[in-house]
């Protein structure tokens, strides 16, 4: 025993830390300088727990089965006897005898070093997050990537190695979409934001991925500004979709469009065209009612908004249907219920669809008015 004890005497009384070493059944056989000092000397039969925690039971932490077996431990332990926060750490050595014993490093965590841990133990937790995210994670940093987490690697094909510090325009972005990304990152580095701003990732493996991203400004831990972007890969919903507009494309129709906002006319009628729609404009009731008269025999479908300058739609289709009788229509508002109700829209067997609308549900309405049946 002198022998074991001068040969942790001399390595272990150095320290400030407590240390002791103890059997397979707790008991003390060796405590430092520091720990003699501070709590007072050892009985026979002193154990592990009475001397480094002050209580009389087994410590509700206790791994010693572990540490028997040859692994170490560390944790980090609230001592509720003393309110204390403690780092201990506990390895297997040689006791004289031949059999293994448990020698225990105890350190107190000052309040600091107690906020610093959980700080550290956050930013661990934070980076477990962004790593195992089912979705894209990046940022981008005075120009160049700082952080690519697993999916990105999984969708792009390369190794988190081959892109950090790298130019996100030369590797990522088409010739097409450049001016829009860079319109895009202009915006968020002045503190705007822009949900659901979508464009194509060139791959490593040279494929086009539709990504939809939503990037805003950070501050990262030192401060300093970072772009943080969240994307989720949209292509295959992109094509799915796709089939699904193809599917409810024209069969060769053609479709009246009346709206008195000149910007919102324009528009229906370019998502009408993109599904191959013949589309003729009307700014107003009155140059419906000339169009119609004109070519009375080609429209299929008056698609209107429900609240006119001149007359209502529900007037305007009452008036083309002298000109075209089994003229089909479909109305259209973006005012509040009771609005649309008096002018008498919403009746049963009446076709609506309310603002704003997707092209997609605008696609598969037109297909429902045209074609006479609902489409599940």
């Not at 910007?263 to 009628?269: A, F, K, P």
């Not at 000339?290 to 429900?306: C, M, P, R, S």
Request: glycine content about 8%; hydrophobic content about 40%.
């Amino acid at each position: 025993m002198d022998r074991i004890a001068g040969f942790y005497k001399e390595i272990l009384d150095k320290l400030d830390s407590y240390c002791l070493v103890c059997d397979s059944k707790k008991r003390v056989i060796f405590a430092n300088r520091a720990l003699v000092e501070d709590r007072g000397g050892l009985r026979d039969d002193t154990t592990c727990h009475e001397l480094l925690f002050y209580i009389t039971d087994e410590c509700p932490w206790c791994q010693q089965q572990r540490v028997l077996e040859g692994r170490a431990v560390q944790r980090d332990i609230f001592n509720p006897s003393d309110t204390a926060h403690y780092s201990l750490v506990v390895i297997p050595v040689p006791l004289e005898n031949g059999t293994t014993g448990c020698l225990h490093i105890l350190n107190r965590i000052s309040e600091g070093d107690l906020e610093r841990k959980k700080a550290e133990r956050y930013a661990r937790f934070l980076e477990q997050i962004i790593e195992n995210a089912p979705i894209m994670i990046f940022g981008n940093k005075n120009g160049k990537i700082c952080l690519f987490n697993e999916e990105c690697q999984r969708v792009t094909g390369y190794s988190r190695e081959e892109v950090l510090g790298k130019d996100l325009f030369d590797l990522f972005v088409t010739e097409e979409d450049m001016p829009r990304v860079r319109q895009h990152c202009k915006l968020v580095l002045s503190g705007g934001f822009e949900p659901g701003f979508e464009f194509s990732w060139r791959t490593k493996s040279g494929q086009l991925r539709r990504i939809m991203w939503n990037c805003m400004l950070l501050e990262d831990p030192n401060g300093e500004p970072i772009v943080f972007g969240m994307g989720v890969d949209v292509t295959e919903q992109r094509r799915l979709e796709q089939q699904f507009l193809q599917a409810l494309a024209s069969k060769g129709e053609t479709i009246l469009v009346t709206e008195d906002d000149p910007i919102v006319l324009e528009t229906v009628s370019s998502l009408l065209e993109s599904l191959g729609y013949k589309v003729f404009r009307a700014k107003n009731a009155q140059e419906a009612i000339e169009i119609a008269k004109l070519h009375a025999g080609t429209i299929q479908l008056l698609f209107t908004d429900v609240v006119l300058s001149e007359m209502n739609g529900k007037e305007l289709y009452e008036r083309i249907k002298e000109e075209i009788p089994g003229i089909k229509v479909l109305f259209t508002s973006g005012c509040t219920e009771n609005i649309i109700a008096r002018h008498g829209v919403l009746e049963h067997g009446v076709s609506f669809i309310q603002k704003p609308y997707e092209l997609s549900t605008l696609a598969k309405v037109i297909r429902e008015v045209l074609d006479g049946v609902v489409i599940s």
